[in-house]
């Protein structure tokens, strides 16, 4: 097949598939949602409180309604200027670990390391900036130098992490899911060991840096929250790039034949090995540009326990269906799940551990398309939809 | 494609060279590497034995039901669920149990923490068996979901993520050889360490020389034959991953029952054993005594870094050993070649009937 054969195949492959698509990711997460209520409904049987919403005999008093759990998720991640920023604030994050999870995908590489790539960023964005920061005016014009400065060296750090197991893959025939669920632990390792004995703050016990300067911090925009909306367009620009470069350039189709068919890619005359590589760079880049954006505009310092923003990347890039547009509402919706888990457990007294449990129920749920095809079956709906993998893949 | 003796030997030689070296360059972190080799070779003692096989327990457990899920050619990267999984349904158990006639059972809460390990397993198994869900992001799916819902259910049962203290299995002492010297405190372990050097050889011979360990082999490598030799190579891999529940179940609850307690805070106790038995199976190229030999080398290092710290006062980090798995599979990974998956690994299967 001469390229162009390919390129409209696989142009048809995901046009057919985008609008079933939509509708597993749709259903998956009605379904978690679904799930997720009678968790919160049994578990409120357990736990104990002083009022009670309902009493079942045989069974006792049941602490928790799941639709006064929803309703306060909703209102505590929209409600208030300060809760709307706290969600735009994590939707912003993850939609750049989203982003690095589908730059992957597309490419048909499961990159499961974008913890480990953004941890590693956020710790050289921290240090670059706390270094850089003290050498320039604390005006607009050190920020203008300081802040790019730093999301670019998370982004270099983050790609050359990314590119390691890139180069296994395509060199050594190591697969990618084990090569990078190995190099987050071990990226997690580095930065810990690093910052407590070399390069932390050393006056405190916690593992941290020092605190970044007033220079290095993105300006907060809404309320008492450190959202930024510079960060945000920012983010939105990199999801249209992305989605261009892979639907409008030759270098994007290239980039998502070589991971898929390797040998069809290089039959094609396309260097399918430098592609992985470069593939696996840029998803690292993208996570960490995400700890750049974490410590520029979250924490104000790299610290030990940072967020799992990089697998809830992965939980937005699979509900996006690894589109790269898909993944704005998709990050907005764990976004909102995140910031709403306070409000739960402030207000209700409900774990906020159960929007893990949902993310795990949503990542679960879509991995199964073939169930939902079976009920639609059942139901009388399509008329037999060809296979898609649930894996991102245009693989099927 | 069986691995020949020199490609396994080459392969662990390789792992082996790496720790080593990763040793080494921990030495140089501390101080004169001399000093600390002195060290580390006064700390190995039974005690630090008995120690490094308690830390193996979960390890070993968790590689060999992964062996046996992913021959059966389901990848199991869940295993660290399954875990977490069992470490807390152990200690709930406990909890449970002492209100009950039965009392705080350490064997009745073992078993109930592998049903509930199973549990999920299985549920894992019919989403990839039935539903033919992507074995990686279902396995992925386990994990997350478990990493969720024991702090979660920790919080509604004792409103903190870390349980209070329950009862732990109390040692048991081999009569005869325990009483013997010098090596007689090896002897004197808690029932899950025993488990767990009975169910190493019954895993090998299992795999190795049944009919069962046939299907199960026949399974992940060309499961076409082994449907046309009329056997059902669905119930083969719910099998294998019920085994593999079944393992990490044990292993999870030998973990917490050790302690008492359930630590649901930051990635819970179980905190990458499950990952780290994925690579001693990796390395142990998916035989049970390979793997467990690499789950107790992994878990000797772990103990000898604690020894280190409390006898010799060194600053070793322990993130650094910890490590040491993970960068060695790496290492392997590159410069023996891929692992040998079995051929039918993450592929579903249809039967042409």
Not at chain 1, 79 to 86: E, Y
Not at chain 1, 256 to 284: F, H
Not at chain 2, 245 to 264: E, H, R
Not at chain 2, 335 to 348: D, N, Q
């Amino acid at each position: 097949m001469s390229r162009a054969d390919w390129r409209s195949t696989l142009d048809r492959l995901v046009d057919a598939s985008a609008a079933e698509r939509i509708i597993i990711s749709v259903t998956s997460l009605l379904f978690a949602i679904v799930v997720g209520a009678v968790l919160v409904f049994v578990s409120g049987f357990v736990a104990d409180c002083p009022d009670p919403f309902i009493y079942f005999p045989g069974a006792g008093y049941g602490c928790y309604n799941p639709l006064e759990v929803y309703w306060t998720m909703l209102d505590g991640s929209f409600g208030s200027w300060n809760d709307l920023g706290q969600t735009l604030q994590e939707t912003t994050l993850l939609l750049f670990t989203g982003l690095s999870v589908a730059v992957a995908f597309r490419a048909g590489l499961f990159n499961i390391g974008t913890q480990g790539q953004m941890i590693l960023g956020a710790l050289a964005t921290a240090l670059v900036v706390l270094h850089l920061g003290e050498l320039v005016p604390d005006n607009v014009f050190g920020t203008l130098l300081v802040i790019p400065t730093g999301i670019v060296v998370g982004a270099i750090v983050g790609g050359f992490w990314g590119m390691i197991p890139g180069l296994m893959k395509a060199y050594a025939d190591a697969h990618e899911v084990i090569t990078t669920i190995m190099l987050n632990f071990v990226a997690i390792g580095i930065a810990f060991w690093l910052v407590q004995v070399h390069v932390g703050d050393l006056t405190t016990d916690s593992v941290q840096t020092e605190s970044i300067p007033a220079v290095a911090r993105l300006p907060p925009t809404i309320g008492g929250s450190r959202f930024s909306v510079v960060a945000l367009v920012g983010a939105l620009l990199v999801a249209v790039g992305v989605y261009l470069l892979y639907t409008r350039t030759v270098i994007g189709y290239d980039l998502r034949t070589s991971g898929l068919q390797e040998s069809a890619a290089e039959y094609a005359g396309v260097d399918a090995k430098r592609n992985i590589v470069t593939s696996m760079t840029l998803s690292g880049a993208l996570g960490g540009i995400a700890g750049a954006i974490y410590v520029t505009m979250v924490q104000y310092r790299w610290q030990a326990g940072i967020p799992p923003l990089g697998f809830d990347g992965i939980a937005v890039s699979i509900l996006a269906g690894n589109n790269p547009i898909g993944v704005i509402p998709a990050a907005l919706l764990f976004g909102s799940l995140k910031s709403g888990s306070l409000a739960i457990n402030l207000t209700l007294g409900v774990p906020n551990e159960l929007v893990e449990v949902l993310r795990g129920l949503i990542i679960l749920f879509i991995a199964m398309p073939e169930f939902f095809r079976m009920v639609g079956k059942h139901f009388g709906f399509g008329s037999d939809p060809t296979a898609v993998a649930a894996d991102g893949g245009d693989r099927s | 494609m069986r691995a020949t003796v020199s490609e396994l030997s080459r392969r662990q030689g390789l792992a082996i060279g790496a720790i080593l070296f990763g040793l080494l360059a921990l030495g140089l972190f501390v101080d004169g590497g001399r000093q600390l080799l002195g060290d580390v070779t006064g700390v190995i003692s039974t005690s630090y034995l008995a120690s490094a096989f308690r830390l193996t327990v979960p390890i070993a457990f968790a590689a060999m039901g992964g062996i046996f899920a992913e021959k059966t050619g389901v990848i199991n990267i869940g295993l660290e669920g399954l875990l977490i999984i069992g470490a807390f349904g152990a200690i709930a158990s406990m909890y449970a149990l002492t209100a009950t006639p039965i009392g705080a059972n350490a064997w009745v809460a073992l078993l109930l923490a592998v049903a509930a390990s199973t549990f999920v397993a299985l549920l894992f198994a019919i989403v990839c068996i039935e539903f033919k869900a992507d074995q990686i992001i279902a396995g992925l799916a386990v994990w997350l979901i478990a990493l969720g819902f024991a702090p979660f259910a920790s919080i509604i049962i004792w409103n903190r993520t870390n349980s209070p203290s329950v009862g732990t299995f109390s040692t048991v002492s081999i009569p005869g050889l325990s009483s013997l010297p010098g090596i007689g405190s090896l002897f004197v372990a808690t029932p899950p360490v025993f488990l767990l050097i009975l169910a190493v050889p019954f895993s090998w011979y299992l795999l190795n020389h049944t009919t069962f360990g046939m299907w199960i082999e026949a399974s992940g490598e060309d499961p076409k034959s082994l449907d046309t030799a009329g056997i059902d190579v669905r119930k083969v891999r719910y099998a294998g991953v019920i085994l593999s529940g079944i393992y990490c179940g044990i292993g999870g609850a030998g973990l917490a029952l050790n302690t008492g307690q359930f630590v649901g805070s930051g990635d819970t106790m179980v905190d990458g054993r499950g990952w780290i038995g994925l690579t001693a199976y990796l390395i142990g190229n998916y035989n049970p005594v390979g793997a467990f030999l690499a789950s107790f080398l992994f878990a000797g290092l772990d103990a000898l870094q604690l020894q280190l710290q409390q006898i010799a006062g060194y600053s070793v980090s322990s993130t650094l050993v910890g490590i040491i798995p993970y960068v060695a599979v790496l290492v392997v990974l590159t410069f023996v070649g891929r692992t040998r998956m079995p051929s039918a690994a993450g592929e579903h299967y249809e039967s042409d009937e």
